[in-house]
């Protein structure tokens, strides 16, 4: 798996693309209103790994 950089957060996949792109097409609307939001919702569910990425685990965005 390729590791990408947006900014200064560094994320590495750790499924497919293809199972990326499906949970994200599959999110509601309002969890696609920002990149942080999608960003964030990969992460919680463990899709990629974040390095540079900091958030509240409480925070509602």
Same mark, same amino acid.
């Given at each position: 798996? $390729?590791?990408?950089? *947006?900014?200064?957060?560094?994320?590495?996949?750790?499924?497919?693309?293809? &199972?990326?792109? %499906?949970?994200?097409?599959?999110?509601?609307?309002? $969890?696609?209103?920002? *990149?942080?939001?999608?960003?964030?919702?990969?992460?919680?569910?463990?899709? &990629?790994?974040? %390095?540079?990425?900091?958030?509240?685990?409480?925070?509602?965005?």
């Amino acid at each position: 798996m $390729k590791e990408v950089r *947006l900014g200064d957060v560094q994320f590495t996949p750790r499924v497919s693309e293809e &199972i990326i792109d %499906q949970f994200i097409r599959d999110l509601p609307e309002h $969890k696609k209103e920002s *990149l942080y939001e999608i960003m964030k919702q990969l992460s919680d569910h463990d899709l &990629i790994e974040l %390095q540079g990425f900091k958030y509240s685990q409480d925070e509602d965005c």
